[in-house]
């Protein structure tokens, strides 16, 4: 969790997508140490919402990849 690809979008350029649902911008940090790119999300607790159905899940996450030789990060989205 959560779901991802990885596309390969050139010969030495991939992308990498997250299903994010139910998280903003500002609910998502992305860093890059050394090779390691990690995105971790986090939602700032809101006044509990009576749900009739929840089918987006509200817990957080840290998802890692390890990025090969030659592959720089030119943005996030």
Not at 42 to 69: N, P, T, Y
């Amino acid at each position: 969790y959560p779901p991802y690809n990885v596309e390969q979008i050139g010969d030495n350029a991939v992308r990498i997508t997250l299903a994010v649902a139910g998280f903003s911008p500002s609910d998502l940090t992305i860093t890059l140490e050394g090779r390691q790119l990690t995105i971790a999300g986090k939602r700032e607790s809101v006044a509990e919402q009576a749900f009739l159905h929840r089918g987006i899940a509200a817990r957080g996450f840290v998802r890692s990849f390890v990025l090969a030789d030659g592959l720089d990060v030119e943005g996030a989205l």
